[in-house]
């Protein structure tokens, strides 16, 4: 005697998954930081000064603080740094208007000359003595700190 062969039929239905898988999406975002981060660094803008040294202690400006940063290179041509390009070079008697009329508009804005260490000193003067014509108050120097300091 034989049995007869009983076959059941049990169907499973699977729901659709309604999650999104993030995954690949945080691959690519830790890709993207770590090019961020590669380059970032590489995105320094204005001209190459190298900066005359100087014993003094750094100044610590608030987050909002705007500053107007005069760039004067070892050939003596003037760059500003504000808006604009950087590396295109500029008169004295231009650069004064810019930073008078940006002054006017906003009293605390702190301009600084970052002079090359090869420039003559006469030349730094001039561009200062140019700013405060224009209306600027203040005028401070940017330097590197000396070798003792670092």
């Known amino acids: 005697m034989s049995t007869p062969k009983t076959t059941s039929k049990i169907t499973v239905r699977r729901k659709p998954v309604s999650e999104i898988n993030v995954v690949?999406?945080?691959?690519?975002?830790?890709?993207?930081?770590?090019?961020?981060m590669?380059?970032?660094?590489?995105?320094?803008?204005?001209?190459?000064?190298?900066?005359?040294?100087?014993?003094?202690k750094p100044i610590v400006l608030p987050k909002d603080q705007e500053m107007i940063i005069v760039s004067i290179d070892e050939k003596g041509t003037f760059y500003l740094?504000?808006?604009?390009?950087?590396?295109?070079?500029?008169?004295?008697?231009?650069?004064?208007?810019?930073?008078?009329?940006?002054?006017?508009?906003?009293?605390?804005?702190?301009?600084?000359?970052?002079g090359d260490e090869r420039v003559p000193y006469g030349v730094v003067v001039a561009m200062m003595a140019e700013l405060q014509g224009a209306g600027v108050p203040n005028v401070g120097l940017i330097t590197e700190n000396s070798p003792a300091r670092r």
């Open 38 to 56: 590669i380059t970032a660094p590489m995105l320094v803008q204005g001209v190459k000064v190298e900066l005359p040294d100087a014993d003094a």
């Open 24 to 36: 690949p999406y945080l691959d690519v975002m830790l890709v993207l930081l770590v090019v961020f």
């Open 81 to 114: 740094n504000v808006g604009g390009d950087p590396k295109k070079p500029k008169s004295k008697i231009q650069i004064a208007d810019i930073v008078s009329k940006i002054v006017k508009a906003k009293p605390n804005t702190m301009v600084l000359v970052e």
